[in-house]
Every structure is written in structure tokens, then in C-alpha cells.
Nanobody, 122 residues
């Protein structure tokens, strides 16, 4: 089992920034590809960003590309999502996910955190 705990969400004005963190425990963190998803009320959970096991460049949804950066620190068992130039449409619950293979779809990830709320006011 892998336990994931997100933090860093909150209320921010449009144009502001937030950094989300997700700490993993239970198994070797570096063995897992990591990703961030989000789910707004009444909408499907969607991919935001993903990063491979060793790290490096991430993959991003078009909606956040150029405004967000995913990174990981395997020594700290932590993955981050830096979000800049936030927009009201970024408002959602953000979830951290882990899987040995990873991918761009929700079904590609087996382990999930409980989520952290991000609210962007206009």
C-alpha cells in the first residue's frame, strides 16, 4: 500500500500562486510515477500533470501548461505542483495519485490521496 497526503490548497485570488505538496509513505516512493488530478463540482476528475519515477520534465494538461510545474523530491517522498497565474476555472479538489507505470488517465493510477481544495476567486 502507498499512502498519499496532500496539502497546500486554499483560497487565492485570480492571478495568484499556490504550491501543492503530496507526501507518500508505505513503499519506496521512487518506484512510482506520480500525478495530480483535479475534480470540480459536477465534473469528471481530470489529469493536470504527471511525472515519471526518476523525475525530470513532466506532462501537463493543456489547461495548465505554461502556468504549472510538477516536480518531485524522492529523498523527501514528496511531489509538488506549483501553480501560477491561477484562474477561477482552476477551482477544484486536487488529488495526488501514484502508480508503478503512470499515464494520463485516471484509470492509470491505483493509489490516491484524499484531496486538497483549491479555490480561486475572481
Amino acid at each position: 500500500q502507498v499512502q498519499l497526503v496532500e496539502s497546500g490548497g486554499g483560497l487565492v485570488q485570480a492571478g495568484g500562486s499556490l504550491r501543492l505538496s503530496c507526501v507518500g509513505s508505505g513503499r519506496t516512493f521512487s518506484n512510482y510515477a506520480m500525478a495530480w488530478f483535479r475534480q470540480a463540482p459536477g465534473k469528471e476528475r481530470e489529469f493536470v500533470a504527471g511525472i515519471s519515477r526518476p523525475g525530470g520534465r513532466g506532462n501537463y494538461a493543456d489547461s495548465v501548461k505554461g502556468r504549472s510545474t510538477i516536480s518531485r523530491d524522492n529523498a523527501k517522498n514528496t511531489v509538488y505542483l506549483q501553480m501560477n497565474s491561477l484562474k477561477p476555472e482552476d477551482t477544484a479538489v486536487y488529488y495526488c495519485a501514484a502508480d508503478s507505470m503512470g499515464g494520463l488517465n485516471r484509470r492509470d493510477y491505483y493509489f490516491w490521496g484524499q484531496g486538497t481544495q483549491v479555490t480561486v476567486s475572481s
